[in-house]
């Protein structure tokens, strides 16, 4: 799928290294595969290899066509204009979270803007 995965380490740990496989997928590749899922990955042979490759493509999706599929279906939102898309294009949280505090990671750093200089009461 034109991804490394570490060598050193179990075949179900490595796959998890593709975009779109976590633990239940990669256990479960290595269970359809006929695999031992604590073997190392490698110690894996291109027969093997080929097998997991083959069960990939044909079963899920994951890697450049899961990025892709997500980036379409984003841009579509923001193409018809939904209340996510304007949310996406803005860079602001879209699943409804608060956003007068937090919300840094979708705003990125503090912008500070300049307040009043203390304006004195004249009582």
């Known amino acids: 799928m034109g991804v490394d995965i570490p060598a050193n380490r179990p075949t179900a740990i490595s ?3 593709l975009y779109g496989v976590g633990n239940h997928t990669a256990r479960e590749l290595c269970h359809k595969a ?3 899922p604590h073997q190392r990955a490698s ?3 291109e027969d093997e290899v080929a097998r997991i ?21 984003i841009s579509r939102l923001r193409d018809i204009g939904c209340y996510r898309g304007i949310r996406h294009r803005r860079g602001l ?3 409804g979270q608060r956003t ?6 979708r705003k990125g750093p503090k912008k500070t803007v300049a ?3 203390g ?3 004249l009582r």
């Open 15 to 17: 796959l998890t290294y």
């Open 34 to 36: 006929g695999l031992d």
């Open 43 to 45: 110690e894996l042979t």
């Open 53 to 73: 490759a083959a069960l990939l493509d044909k079963d899920y999706v994951a890697e450049g066509q899961l990025r892709r599929q997500t980036s379409q279906n």
């Open 93 to 95: 949280p879209v699943r």
């Open 100 to 105: 007068k505090t937090n919300a840094r990671t």
């Open 115 to 117: 307040g009043k200089k």
């Open 119 to 121: 304006v004195k009461d």
